[in-house]
């Protein structure tokens, strides 16, 4: 997983809309950019509301919320347009930015494995540089734990 203090990787994916959004577009800005394994599912969908319930908290310091799944398009879009999330998702289909982030990871449930997206949370600087790192991130608490440490910052 990348580290506080490194380079964020560079990317360039689509929006829920199609339309390509790269990192260094927002050179300048402060970003949260979170990753979340599945559109749809109740984990993501408390992560994804709270910070929808939150964004003015955001703007007040300054930032710029992106969200990343694994998901094709339509289903971030179809997970965006049902939730009225006021914020932009990304969709990394063939999940290369999950693993330059280093949240790819083979994932265990119900005995069953298989890799998938970890739930983590980078605060990058308007340089480029990632200032703060959440590891297994909670649903219920990310919006506390990135305004506390962007308060921090």
């Known amino acids: ?17 199609g339309e390509q959004l790269s990192l260094s577009d927002l050179k300048g800005e402060t970003v949260v950019l979170y990753f979340y394994p599945k559109a749809s599912t109740p984990g993501c969908t408390t992560q994804a509301c709270g910070v929808r319930d939150h964004l003015k908290d955001y703007k007040k310091e300054g930032v710029r919320v992106l969200g990343v799944s694994p998901d094709p398009v339509a289903k971030v879009k179809k997970f965006h347009d049902a939730q009225k999330l006021n914020f ?36 990058i600087d308007g340089t480029g540089t990632v200032r703060h790192v959440i ?7 990310h919006d506390e734990e990135v305004l506390e440490a962007l308060a921090a910052l």
């Open 1 to 17: 997983m990348i580290a506080s203090g490194k380079k964020a990787p560079a990317f360039k994916l689509p929006d829920e809309n």
């Open 88 to 123: 932009t998702l990304l969709a990394d289909e063939d999940h290369a930015v999950c693993e330059k982030y280093g949240v790819w990871a083979e994932k265990s449930m119900y005995g069953k494995k298989y890799w998938g997206a970890l739930r983590a949370t980078f605060i």
């Open 135 to 141: 590891e297994k991130v909670s649903p219920k608490t």
